[in-house]
């Protein structure tokens, strides 16, 4: 299903590009958070475009010329910071789950976007799917090689609604590392509480 047909919306098209039409709807800017909720909850991850050039500009080229626009934001469950479209009662946490090497370990990272709330976990591999319902994301990041996993087949399945799996290499753990120390501005990890499993 497209967004123009999740929305109820007319779908039109706007210039060509690499000689296709290019596809285009749009929704007032005024009421966006109700055409982004819809969107939302209908599973769709949002780009949020806004236009990065004057249309004066763009009128220049043509008549039927396109504006410039770029996106500006990616919208998932787990990354809304919309007041309207959070519960105030909960936090909304975007969660990672990913295996250690053997994979006897697993580790849980969760944050709340919209307050900075940022906490991480490891536990057994057969305790992931407890700790999983405990936190109650709104979003889980996972790993492709752990939907094959049978270790995780349960604890996935019961999350199946709000998985999003990326690629493997994501989820590189030295990459991973030398990011939060940057982020942070840590020699070493251990500044970080990490809670034992």
Not at 17 to 26: K, N, Q, R, V
Not at 28 to 56: M, N, T, W
Not at 133 to 138: D, E, L
């Amino acid at each position: 299903m497209s967004a123009a047909g999740a929305l109820d919306i007319t779908l039109t098209k706007r210039g060509k590009h690499l000689g296709e039409d290019i596809p285009m709807c749009g929704v007032p800017v005024h009421s966006h958070e109700a055409y982004l909720e819809k969107l939302i909850r209908k599973g769709f991850k949002v780009a949020v475009c806004e236009q990065i050039e004057d249309p004066a500009e763009a009128r220049k080229r043509g008549g039927k010329s396109v504006v410039a626009r770029a996106v500006v934001r990616l919208v998932t469950p787990g990354t809304l910071t919309e007041d309207t479209l959070l519960d105030a009662r909960a936090n909304n946490y975007l969660a990672a789950l990913a295996r250690t090497g053997d994979g006897s370990l697993v580790g849980i990272a969760w944050a709340d976007v919209s307050t900075g709330r940022f906490e991480v976990i490891a536990v057994e591999a057969d305790a992931a799917g407890a700790e999983l319902a405990r936190i109650a994301p709104g979003e889980l990041l996972v790993s492709d090689n752990l939907l094959t996993d049978p270790r995780f087949t349960g604890a996935l399945e019961a999350h199946r609604a709000i998985l999003s799996p990326l690629p493997s290499q994501r989820f590189d753990s030295g990459n991973g590392e030398r990011r939060l120390k940057a982020h942070f501005r840590l020699g070493a990890l251990e500044g970080l509480r990490i809670q034992p499993g």
